[in-house]
């Protein structure tokens, strides 16, 4: 359990974005906030580093903002009211900073405020901060760092005067568009070192999704809307309220923990969310993928709670039909998580939602048209969606080489290998989306290379030592082959040309092999059907992790399949489908299980075709 569970009671204390405008302004000449840093906190330390990168945060903030309405948000500052001022019980280090800065831009204009700022341990620090200048300070070490800080603050200014207005923009972005997350504790019967020491083990800030989640579990906002008349069973209601959403938000999150379900409504890797919940926050929300902020949904969850708050005649409205507003709010995250989880557990929707979220389908409207639609309208949408992401053009038209095509052709094939999986009668059997989206990058790889190009040069030595042993092993015959490869093997340096000229050796050996077979068993290639032949063709291709591919390294047909044969054996993830190509389940491979031949190809693109076009079956499912 989090601090904000475990230490304060909900209803007692305030959770609110504030700006730095607001801390501040003065009344009567008087600042209305003041600070004040109690002896069991660290003393302010911050250096070069996080000084700079709170400055270049900021700039580049208000360079790269298009409403004037944009918030920058700080991290949390924990607070409680004193008599004449506020404990700070966490984010001190950015509030002295923030505190420096101000006294900085003081400098060229006196009409600036600050706020009061004051260090229990230090006596006299009131009086230090309130003259600030430049020249170190080593009279202790806080008074060193602070008085560092305000040297690295106007270095930056000078590294930077070319800047028009740059102390000006700083300043109107501090007063109108940054802000911290405020959170004060107003109960007395709750010790602050007991909080500090929670919030600072292991010195884990509050994400954004703690903060959104203790908007939620507010007393005070979940009794928004509700009818109070009935005070015996009023606190009741809300407390069972309360207990229901934190019931309901962990078992959200226990199950988004669960690789399977996250890889398949989540196209990033493992880290791209602070926690995994933030995802869902972010969805009903609406967050831009442009949107910076960290704490961007719980200003959006907060903000709208805080102006229906201030909408009598919204509350009235409530009130009639009983209705809590953060109720509400919670049910319409509740809904997209509950369609999500529909999803996950409907093996076609998982399969085609899945391959559309790979293809980054925008997750929102996908949940829009299903709560608008009936399923079947639904089903009918998604496939229609699925076949627009894969192109219009016929896969005998598609290569490799072309930069326009390379996407369509490896959307086909994952395409292929997901329907494959949804075809399987076992319905407990599904598409692994979480070995997809792990943190492996995926490729194409040729099933039959034939590019000496592709190899590096690292790697050649190894590709002539693994084909030595090949046809060693399969072609002993084949003595003048043989020799080429050991005399290369045993030399411990060759030239490119050489290694190139071996390659295309043994390239016209492997071709020769396919044609006596495609003479045999093919007789002759009609022009309809003569494109799987080319290397680049679709016939020629397969999906595989970047690593394997570099394993596979242009190997000869025959050695590669030895190659995935081996991966399969260490339970290593391959794509059912290639795994099938390279063991020869689409053709009668037995006479020839080391070349990828004329049928082989035609059969592998007579699938791929017969499985996409047999995707409209599912719209009379």
Not at 19 to 25: A, D, I, N, Q, R
Not at 296 to 307: L, P, V
Not at 471 to 482: A, R, V
Request: aromatic share 12%; proline share 2%.
């Amino acid at each position: 359990m989090n601090v904000l569970e475990n230490t304060l009671e909900e209803k007692e204390n305030s959770l609110k974005p504030i700006s730095v405008g607001e801390l501040v302004k003065h009344t009567d000449g008087r600042p209305d906030f003041s600070f004040f840093i109690p002896s069991y906190q660290r003393g302010y330390r911050w250096d070069t580093l996080e000084v700079t990168a709170l400055l270049d945060d900021i700039y580049e903030f208000i360079q790269n903002k298009k409403l004037i309405s944009e918030k920058y948000c700080l991290q949390p500052i924990v607070v409680k009211k004193l008599k004449d001022a506020y404990e700070v019980l966490d984010g001190q280090q950015r509030l002295t900073t923030l505190f420096i800065l101000l006294s900085r831009l003081q400098v060229n204009d006196d009409e600036i405020t600050v706020f009061d700022l004051e260090y229990e341990t230090r006596p006299n620090s009131k009086k230090f901060l309130s003259n600030l200048k430049l020249g170190i300070n080593n009279e202790n070490p806080d008074y060193y760092y602070i008085s560092n800080a305000y040297q690295i603050i106007d270095k930056w200014f000078d590294e930077n005067k070319s800047i028009t207005r740059l102390r000006s923009k700083i300043y109107e972005a501090l007063i109108d568009n940054v802000d911290f997350i405020w959170y004060e504790i107003k109960s007395d019967s709750v010790n602050p070192i007991d909080v500090f020491t929670r919030i600072n083990i292991g010195k884990i800030p509050l994400t954004n999704a703690e903060l959104v989640k203790a908007v939620f579990l507010s007393k005070n906002n979940l009794a928004l809307g509700l009818d109070d008349s009935n005070d015996s069973s009023y606190d009741i209601v809300v407390s069972h309220k309360q207990t229901l959403i934190a019931i309901e938000w962990d078992q959200m999150e226990k199950q988004l923990q669960d690789d399977d379900f996250w890889f398949f409504i989540c196209n990033g890797h493992r880290n791209t969310y602070e926690t995994r919940i933030d995802y869902l926050l972010d969805l009903i929300t609406e967050k831009k993928n442009t949107e910076t902020n960290l704490y961007y949904s719980f200003r959006e969850i907060y903000n709208k709670i805080k102006t229906i708050r201030l909408d009598v005649a919204h509350l009235n409205k409530l009130r009639l039909t009983n209705n809590s507003l953060v109720e509400q709010e919670w049910a319409n995250l509740k809904q997209y998580f509950d369609i999500l989880n529909e999803w996950y557990n409907n093996k076609t929707f998982n399969h085609l939602i899945g391959f559309l979220i790979f293809c980054k389908h925008d997750l929102l409207s996908l949940l829009n048209m299903y709560r608008n639609n009936n399923r079947k309208e639904f089903l009918e949408s998604i496939i229609d969606q699925v076949y627009k992401k894969i192109g219009k053009k016929e896969i005998s038209k598609l290569r490799f080489d072309n930069k326009s095509d390379y996407r369509f052709i490896y959307r086909i094939l994952l395409l292929h290998n997901i329907l494959h999986a949804l075809k399987q009668p076992d319905t407990s059997k599904y598409f692994p989306f979480d070995k997809l989206k792990d943190d492996k990058k995926w490729s194409l790889e040729h099933i039959y290379a034939q590019n000496s190009d592709d190899i590096k040069e690292e790697d050649q030595q190894t590709w002539v030592s693994e084909h030595c042993d090949h046809f060693e092993m399969y072609y002993p015959s084949e003595i003048k082959l043989i020799r080429d490869l050991k005399s290369l093997k045993d030399k411990q340096n060759f030239d490119n040309d050489e290694f190139i000229q071996l390659f295309e050796k043994i390239n016209k050996f492997i071709q020769a092999k396919i044609a006596e077979i495609d003479d045999l068993e093919s007789k002759s290639l009609d022009d309809e059907s003569s494109w799987v032949n080319e290397e680049h063709s679709i016939a020629n291709l397969s999906l595989l992790d970047v690593s394997t591919n570099s394993y596979l390294s242009n190997s000869v047909f025959g050695l590669k399949r030895q190659k995935i044969k081996e991966k399969d054996k260490e339970l290593v993830f391959i794509p059912n489908e290639t795994r099938k190509v390279f063991l020869k389940y689409y053709s009668d491979g037995k006479k020839h299980d080391g070349y990828w031949t004329f049928n082989d190809r035609l059969a592998y693109a007579e699938d791929i075709q017969l499985t996409i076009n047999n995707l409209l079956n599912f719209k009379s499912a």
